[in-house]
């Protein structure tokens, strides 16, 4: 009986409606069995974070929030032109490339398990409570999604019926970011400290709530949430983890890591890489295909067309050990100033730790092979027989490839794997912290606070907390564009700090990305921006203030006349 009950289950997930705002009720005597049984409510709240993440941030591509995001950013250099890089974008087109619009059918998975708990005499009290807790966290996953992207949205705060009006107007930003603050307000006090990671605890919500305040202007409840975290009784279950290469380089690490505290797990190898993110970031490595250099020791047969550019690498500082000591940019440093001919190899030297973690480059090894970048290397594009997916910028990912668990974690194509999504960490919730204290004019304590991941994860000298606040910005910009590289992070951040300062336009997303191009003889280098191998590169246009928002998709206009078109569209 209990697994036909399951397999209705099953069934009835499959089923939910996709309609406009999703407002079909499930089948009543499939309610009456799923919301007495307590496991059963509760499988449909574990279905309901499948669905929701799975769509929104794991969807194991070229679309995986992540990297989609960071391939619109000066942190990439695209195999091809990016669509939403060049702003060929349009409300004909929008949806096809920054995903679609219409996100109801999660928003009522989730408001379903509230409406159905909400005085449940069924199902004990207390899980009730952390399964209600639970939904509104994944509603607000949900919203956060569509907000960054459009602004406005429709607010629906309850589970519609077909006798609800659906043809709902846009409530504005401001309405909605307060609407996710007091959501995760009220979820918090009834989730547990501690779970499995594949489910909310107060601290993911609390790095949550972090998150949603700062993008809306909320300061002071970005600083109640970060006190929460750092100072208040949350500050005894998780920590700023030192080994940041290892929270990233390992599917098993994050289980125990004091600092990660929500991931998406595909594991059991019951997925194929084909379908998961290292298949799409991993640099390929393709024995018999150089015609120079060393060889290849490991096969990595991935579809990466978002290499990291040079403008990533750059933006991590140096330690300036022939001089002051203090971290900076490698061209102010005392040993690139006196080096009579400049090379890659003083270029990378003395880096933030994150540049290896992050990185591959030029010189180091890639799980167990030697790589060469350089014009003679095993990695050059020329010399590797016109390879389509060889690297081309100069750089690979190793963020998010699980270098540290051997060679038995080889990403490839039709190989059964595991992997881990990390999306929700301290390390930001610190980063959110201080962004929030600075824009209170809090500037000692925000350096204090950001210091936390430049010092235990970067390895650099902390900023004094004498700095100017100028100084401070400066390097907070920075801080926050290494530590949460490839995290669908730099996108939002950069309209943030544009709309908040008032700025007349976005110089960092109005040019073309760089490759590098290491000279094999004598080690000196070239940056182009033009095209390399069988990369074009990007145009990059970013008209401001009209890509503060994307377009609302014209058929979503079509379909609501009660919706109105963002600005400039």
Request: glycine share 6%; net charge negative; hydrophobic share 35%.
């Amino acid at each position: 009986m209990k697994k036909y009950l399951y397999l209705t289950l099953i069934m009835i997930c499959g089923l939910i409606s996709c309609d406009v705002l999703d407002t079909e009720p499930m089948d009543s005597y499939n309610e009456l069995l799923i919301w007495k049984d307590k496991g059963l409510a509760e499988n449909v709240l574990k279905e309901a974070y499948w669905a929701i993440l799975k769509d929104l941030y794991c969807s194991g591509d070229n679309n995986t929030e992540c990297l989609r995001t960071d391939s619109w950013t000066d942190n990439v250099w695209n195999k091809d032109n990016n669509s939403v890089a060049a702003e060929a974008i349009s409300p004909t087109n929008i949806n096809s490339y920054v995903g679609d619009f219409n996100k109801y059918s999660y928003i009522r998975r989730a408001s379903l398990i509230i409406d159905k708990l909400t005085e449940n005499s069924d199902i004990d009290e207390e899980s009730c409570k952390q399964f209600i807790a639970e939904a509104r966290c994944l509603r607000v996953m949900v919203y956060n999604w569509m907000v960054r992207r459009w602004g406005g949205v429709m607010l629906v705060d309850k589970l519609m019926t077909p006798a609800d009006e659906m043809l709902l107007s846009r409530s504005s930003e401001e309405d909605m970011y307060k609407f996710m603050v007091n959501e995760l307000k009220l979820a918090i006090p009834n989730l547990p400290s501690t779970a499995n990671k594949e489910r909310f605890t107060k601290g993911a919500a609390l790095t949550l709530l972090t998150r949603v305040s700062l993008e809306g202007g909320l300061y002071d409840e970005t600083i109640a949430a970060g006190k929460q975290l750092f100072e208040g009784e949350e500050a005894a279950n998780w920590s700023i983890d030192p080994e940041y290469r290892k929270m990233f380089g390992s599917f098993s690490y994050p289980e125990d890591s004091k600092e990660i505290q929500l991931y998406f797990t595909q594991g059991d190898k019951k997925q194929y890489c084909d379908n998961l993110l290292p298949m799409y970031i991993a640099g390929t490595l393709s024995p018999g295909r150089n015609i120079m250099g060393p060889t290849f020791n490991d096969k990595v047969d991935a579809w990466c067309a978002n290499w990291p550019s040079h403008e990533l690498a750059e933006a991590y500082l140096a330690i300036d050990v022939e001089g002051d000591q203090t971290a900076k940019h490698y061209t102010e440093t005392a040993k690139w100033k006196n080096a009579p001919v400049k090379t890659a190899a003083i270029m990378y030297s003395n880096r933030d730790k994150r540049f290896d973690a992050t990185l591959c480059y030029d010189g180091t090894t890639y799980f167990t092979s030697p790589i060469e970048m350089d014009t003679k290397g095993n990695c050059y594009w020329e010399n590797t027989q016109n390879h389509g997916f060889m690297c081309q910028s100069g750089y690979m990912w190793r963020k998010f490839i699980y270098e540290l668990d051997g060679t038995d974690a080889l990403p490839g194509y039709q190989i059964l794997y595991n992997f881990r999504y990390i999306l929700l960490r301290l390390g930001e919730a610190s980063l959110n912290y201080a962004e929030a204290l600075g824009r209170k004019g809090e500037i000692s304590k925000a350096i204090q606070v950001m210091n936390m991941t430049r010092t235990q994860h970067g390895g650099l000298p902390a900023l004094p907390e004498s700095s100017s606040e100028a100084d401070f910005w400066k390097y907070y910009k920075i801080e926050r564009r290494v530590e949460l590289a490839l995290e669908g992070d730099r996108y939002f951040s950069v309209i943030r700090w544009a709309k908040v300062e008032k700025a007349t336009s976005v110089p960092e997303f109005n040019k073309r990305t760089h490759c590098i191009i290491i000279d094999g003889d004598d080690d000196t280098f070239t940056l182009i921006d033009t095209s390399h191998g069988s990369s074009t590169g990007s145009d990059r246009v970013f008209s401001w203030p009209k890509r503060m928002y994307f377009p609302l998709p014209e058929s979503e206009l079509m379909s609501n006349p009660n919706l109105q078109q963002n600005n400039h569209w």
